[in-house]
């Protein structure tokens, strides 16, 4: 199955998609699943609780972000998957950071939350085929394929990353 083209998804997400590598969603989820555990289990805990900025979301409010951010674009897939044309609202991540209390997580706890959701919306990416991989609905005001809200889980992981290994580390 090809790549998303941009019409797939909106603008906002193509820095999302064009940081995945792969050309095939579900390769993309096998091979980055593995690189991001690698990655937060290598952030040195005296900086899990560091921002790099006054206002800025600490590294564990990042990772929740992430698993929290997953877990809605996967329900949205899911719900467009299964022919649900209901338009879906946005979330304010803010709003889900400052409420998520995580100052105080077991930091592997979190990590573990953060695997079983991916091994969860991997799981439901495996369940799909490519008709309803292509199958499109209104989310934040935005129409988007499901096989694209695969690719901006994985993407919106890589680009938390990057943020993370350039201010935070």
């Not at 930091?107 to 309803?132: A, G, P």
């Not at 694209?148 to 919106?156: A, C, N, Q, V």
């Amino acid at each position: 199955m090809a790549r998303p083209s941009a019409q797939d998804y909106g603008e906002f997400y193509h820095t999302y998609v064009s940081m995945v590598p792969e050309n095939d969603i579900l390769d993309a989820f096998s091979n980055q699943t593995a690189v991001t555990l690698q990655f937060l289990d290598a952030i040195p805990e005296d900086k899990q609780n560091h921002a790099y900025a006054t206002g800025k979301w600490t590294i564990r409010q990042v990772l929740q972000h992430i698993t929290d951010a997953e877990r809605v674009f996967a329900y949205r897939a899911l719900r467009f998957a299964r022919k649900d044309h209901t338009p879906l609202a946005g979330f304010d991540e803010n709003g889900f950071a400052d409420a998520a209390r995580v100052e105080h997580r077991d930091w592997v706890d979190m990590i573990e939350e953060f695997q079983m959701v991916r091994l969860s919306s991997e799981h439901l990416f495996r369940s799909l085929n490519e008709e309803e991989m292509q199958r499109k609905g209104m989310a934040s005001n935005t129409p988007v394929t499901v096989l694209s809200l695969g690719y901006i889980i994985i993407g919106h992981a890589l680009h938390h990353q990057r943020v993370i290994r350039e201010r935070y580390l």
